[in-house]
């Protein structure tokens, strides 16, 4: 698919259309989501149910579909590639030539978009929380909370959360997730950074095997705002 074509796919919604809009994020989404099915089928067959496992399955299964019309591939994540200790996001989404996302020019090589994955469920109570906020203050392990804190995300405006969901339904995780939002806008002890309305997600669409939804985020340091695509997967 040429960026050219990007043009005939719907802009993502709330956004003014601009002269370099933000289709290939969109079809990245939409790539993702067209081929959830196989993966579901693929990881219950295997009985994959860890997050690493996951998230190596995921990108076979994406990577392995992928053919010349699509100008990105996936691969696993690194913020820095200069630092060996770098930390790891789970899937970067690299350009195969020029990609523009609005305003700004991603050259080949270079990825546009990352995904960070995190279990919905089937975690240590501990960890109940950690697909917006870690347990242990040292060493951040939220996913929400490490693209706040510039640790993931970084020289991106756009990015994705993948959430595997192996209790509750769409509607319960979603109003849980919000409500330890709403719990830390009150009562968040981290100076570092800070919450609001904008950090809770919002639904753009659902299925009985997927949902989407969308975020927007302060981050520290005083890098831009990043905007967050969630996509959840149904493993119950």
């Known amino acids: ?37 196989s993966f579901i089928k693929e990881s219950k067959a295997e009985q994959i149910e860890n997050e690493k496992g996951l998230t190596h399955r995921l990108i076979c299964v994406l990577q392995s579909e992928l053919n010349d019309t699509y100008p990105f591939c996936f691969t696993d994540g ?16 690299v350009a195969k030539e020029n990609i523009y996302v609005r305003t700004k020019v991603y050259q080949k090589r270079n990825r546009f978009f990352a995904f960070e994955a995190k279990l919905l469920g089937n975690t240590a109570p501990y960890r109940e929380k950690e697909y917006v906020i870690g347990h242990d203050k040292k060493t951040p392990r939220g996913g929400i909370e490490r693209f706040k804190k ?25 109003q849980l997730i919000n409500t330890w939002i709403d719990d ?15 950090d809770k997600l919002s639904l753009q669409s659902t299925d009985h095997q997927k949902v989407r939804l969308i975020s927007n985020h302060s981050r520290s340091e005083d890098r831009n705002p990043i905007r967050l695509y969630h996509i959840w997967i149904n493993f119950t």
């Open 150 to 174: 510039s640790i993931h995300g970084i020289g991106l405006d756009n990015c994705g959360m993948i959430g595997y969901m192996f209790n509750k339904s769409f509607d319960q995780w979603h």
């Open 184 to 198: 830390l806008i009150k009562y968040n002890t981290d100076s570092s950074i800070s919450w609001s309305e904008s």
């Open 78 to 93: 690194m913020e820095d590639e200069t630092k060996s200790f770098s930390p790891a996001i789970d899937i970067d989404v």
């Open 1 to 37: 698919m040429s960026i050219s074509e990007f043009q005939d796919i719907p802009l993502d919604s709330g956004r003014a259309k601009t002269e370099q809009p933000n289709q290939p994020v969109l079809v990245v989404l939409d790539y993702v989501e067209k081929w959830i099915p």
